[in-house]
Each structure stands twice: as structure tokens, then as C-alpha cells.
């Protein structure tokens, strides 16, 4: 397995962000390696066609909630953690300037193995879109 410096975990909610950051935590510990946690949002004001300031609020929530969500994984490991939140429409370009800007070389994502976890996850598609290796780890 090649050595990786900063890995970046991409989360939805604690269920897949405390075991994916808890992997990435063992990888910390092996090999020193940074890890970044993030959540992308979708960024509902670009797609809202339309002067809604409604839409502000619904975004406003979804950046306050993911930010309370990261700092309580952060915490919960014993290596360095940082945070990132990213709300975009353009998620895998998004994602991949991320990892150019930051140095990323290692993303690790969960999948669930369910008829709608197959439909809905973008997991299996960082795979295709992404210029650094992926990880993607199974959750139950």
C-alpha cells in the first residue's frame, strides 16, 4: 500500500462518519498523515432560479448543522483532525479542487451495498471523477 499524507473523508451524517473517520484515525496512526473531514452540501441558491431569500436560510442551516456534526468528529478521534465544509452544485469538481489546493492524495468514502445506496450514493463516482485514489469502505 502506498504511503498517503493527507486523506480526505467525505461524510453524510455521524452513522458513516464516525466508523470512516475512525479508519482513517488507524491509517493516521500507522503512517503520519493528515486528515481532513468534510461534508458537501448542495448549494440550493444556485439551483433557485428565482430572488428566494428563503433559500438562504435552508443553506444557512444545512452549513450550521454539518458544522456542529464535523466538530463533534473531530473530537471524538486522538489524532489532528481538520474540517471542511463544502456547499456546491458542482460536487466532483468541487471536491477535485479541493484536493489540488490542499494536497489531498487519498479520499476515503462510504458506500452502503442497498438497492437505493446504489442509486443515490455518489461514493462509487469519485472513483471515476477524481484525479487521487479513492477508498471506498463498506458501511452496514
Known amino acids: 500500500m502506498p504511503v498517503y499524507h493527507h486523506a480526505l473523508v467525505l461524510i453524510n451524517n455521524s452513522l ?3 466508523p470512516l473517520l475512525a479508519h482513517a484515525a ?3 496512526q500507522q503512517n503520519p498523515m493528515t ?4 461534508h458537501v452540501s448542495t448549494d440550493y441558491r444556485a439551483m433557485n ?3 428566494d431569500s428563503l ?5 444557512s442551516e444545512d452549513v450550521i448543522s454539518a458544522k456542529a456534526l464535523l466538530s463533534e468528529l473531530a473530537a471524538s ?7 471542511l465544509d463544502l ?6 469538481d468541487d471536491v477535485e479542487k479541493c484536493v489540488r489546493q490542499r494536497q ?4 476515503i468514502a462510504g458506500h452502503h451495498n442497498r438497492l437505493l445506496g446504489v442509486l443515490a450514493s455518489h461514493s462509487m463516482d469519485y472513483i471515476n471523477h477524481l484525479s487521487v485514489d479513492v477508498l471506498i469502505k463498506h458501511l452496514p
Open 77 to 83: 478521534v486522538d489524532v489532528p483532525v481538520q474540517t
Open 35 to 38: 486528515i481532513t473531514v468534510a
Open 55 to 59: 433559500m438562504d436560510d435552508v443553506v
Open 104 to 107: 489531498i492524495d487519498l479520499v
Open 49 to 51: 432560479y428565482i430572488s
Open 26 to 28: 488507524r491509517l493516521a
Open 87 to 92: 456547499v456546491t452544485t458542482r460536487r466532483f
Open 16 to 18: 458513516d462518519g464516525i
